[in-house]
């Protein structure tokens, strides 16, 4: 399917534990985005990517890491995870770095860490 | 560092009345684009409309138009004819155009957008 997928949809996972959140474009933008949005405010950006093997951070980094191998990909992994990153994600991509280029976004997941 | 105000937590409107979601930004950039995109309660994020710094004349996407004043550093999104579609959530957002931060948004935290039969 055409477009930007992420999965899971839905995780639950336990305070420690580590999580990898999947990411897949099939336009072949370069610039690459991760997200996370809580309960009832705007989005924050953790990491984002110009390229592949080019990342860089975001406003809220901390307990995170991202990888960009291939330009299609852009796993988010949360190396132990706390209550606190409980949260929905949201993958992003667009086509440059350009401000005028609007992010096409996946469709989230939602990560609960108990 | 750039930043978005979304000063409007809630909006009510009656269905077929124009709307006005208010939007500021602060940023040193010459150079930034300026988005709304909607969150309807599904959870998907829509882009709707797009105004760029140097454009002179304010985006209109359909029912969407953009009041840009560059001055007063505001975007506001105005949604006329409103339908009960139209609730939702809505996020201003800011793009920076030239520098290190080239290709990084702000999002404002949104304004929640009730449309009334």
């Known amino acids: 399917d055409a477009g930007i997928t992420q999965s899971p949809r839905y995780k639950i996972t336990e305070t420690g534990r580590q999580v990898t959140l999947m990411c897949h474009q099939t336009?072949?933008?370069?610039?690459m985005f991760w997200y996370r949005q809580d309960l009832g405010h705007g989005l924050r950006l953790i990491y984002y990517?110009?390229?592949?093997?080019?990342?860089d951070k975001g406003e809220v980094p901390d307990g995170y890491v991202v990888s960009r191998s291939k330009t299609e990909n852009f796993p988010l992994t949360l190396e132990s995870a706390t209550r606190s990153q409980t949260s929905v994600y949201f993958c992003?991509?667009?086509?440059?770095?350009?401000?005028?280029?609007?992010?096409?976004f996946g469709p989230g997941t939602r990560l609960t860490v108990t | 560092a750039q930043k978005i105000t979304q000063t409007q937590p809630g909006m009510f409107v009656q269905e077929k009345e124009a709307v006005t979601l208010d939007c500021t930004y602060d940023t040193s950039d010459q150079s930034y684009g300026l988005f709304w995109y909607k969150q309807p309660s599904s959870g998907e994020m829509i882009f709707l409309i797009y105004q760029g710094s140097y454009d002179e004349q304010n985006a209109t996407e359909g029912r969407y138009s953009l009041n840009f004043q560059k001055a007063r550093k505001s975007a506001n999104l105005v949604i006329s004819a409103s339908q009960l579609g139209d609730s939702a959530m809505y996020f201003c957002?800011?793009?920076?155009?030239?520098?290190?931060?080239?290709?990084?948004?702000?999002f404002g935290d949104g304004t929640t957008l009730t449309v009334k039969p």
């Open positions: 336009w072949s933008h370069s610039y």
């Open positions: 957002a800011m793009r920076e155009g030239f520098g290190t931060n080239a290709g990084k948004s702000t």
């Open positions: 990517s110009a390229a592949a093997d080019i990342t």
């Open positions: 992003a991509s667009s086509e440059s770095s350009g401000a005028r280029y609007e992010q096409y």
